[in-house]
């Protein structure tokens, strides 16, 4: 049977009470698949979902989901409840067109401010934009405290030419990096573990002390 099948299947027998969205599901499906085969074993599946709980719990996950899902939600609402109220102000949707007998004066004022309503729309997003990446770059950068100067400056550097499709895409590619230079102990000697020194192919996850500073901070 093949993964995408089985470690979603997985997920819910270990973790019953966790109701995560469906594109989490798929991308964590999809990120922890890359360490097995359709051949893995049940108890080979578990072992990968419970280090990655160990690591950033499905619960927090899940709150976080909730927490977009009710972003996304507001947002809809609001912007429904501008447009109505635009149409009881008199004011015409983007989407209507100008009656045929609008003055031509009048078009050309609707269009020059329609064309700077775009313009700081554009430049707000900018700068949002922005801030939202340097704001993932400092988390990154946090991960990586500690190791080495030149192995922490080639990871940021990665990390610059990266593109996320979302809060959510973001988060579960950080919890994932700090999971594999912790088994890895890449750039450094602050962790130590990795499938070599441990029995039965189990990850050790780093301690929560070194966890929790990246972790409490994954909702931007």
């Known amino acids: 049977m093949s993964l ?13 009470g966790v109701a995560l969205s469906k ?9 922890l698949a890359s360490g097995l085969t359709d051949e893995s074993t049940d108890d080979e599946i578990d072992t990968v979902l419970n280090t990655r709980n160990d690591i950033y719990s499905f619960d927090d996950q899940r709150k976080y989901d909730d927490y977009l899902a009710g972003k996304a939600a507001k947002e809809a609402s609001d912007k429904e409840a501008k447009r109505i109220a635009d149409i009881a102000a008199g004011k015409k949707p983007d989407d209507v067109e100008l009656p045929s007998d609008t003055p031509d004066w009048a078009k050309s004022f609707m269009k020059a401010q329609a064309e700077k309503s775009e313009a700081l729309e554009a430049k707000l997003a900018a700068i949002t934009g922005e801030k939202v990446t340097t704001s993932r770059r400092e988390l990154y ?14 990871e940021l550097k990665k990390f610059d030419k990266m593109a996320f499709a979302d809060d959510a895409d973001f988060s579960n590619t950080l919890a994932d990096f700090t999971q594999d230079i912790t088994n890895s102990g890449l750039g450094g000697d602050r962790v130590q573990s990795g499938l070599s020194n441990m029995p039965n192919g189990k990850i050790k996850p780093a301690t929560k002390d070194e966890l929790d500073s990246v972790v409490s901070n994954l909702k931007i």
Do not use: N, Q, Y
Not at 4 to 16: C, V
């Open 141 to 154: 950068a946090k991960v990586l405290e500690g190791r080495d100067p030149v192995f922490v400056a080639s």
């Open 23 to 31: 594109k989490t599901i798929e991308v964590l499906t999809e990120k």
């Open 4 to 16: 995408k099948i089985r470690i979603p299947a997985r997920l819910k027998g270990l973790f019953p």
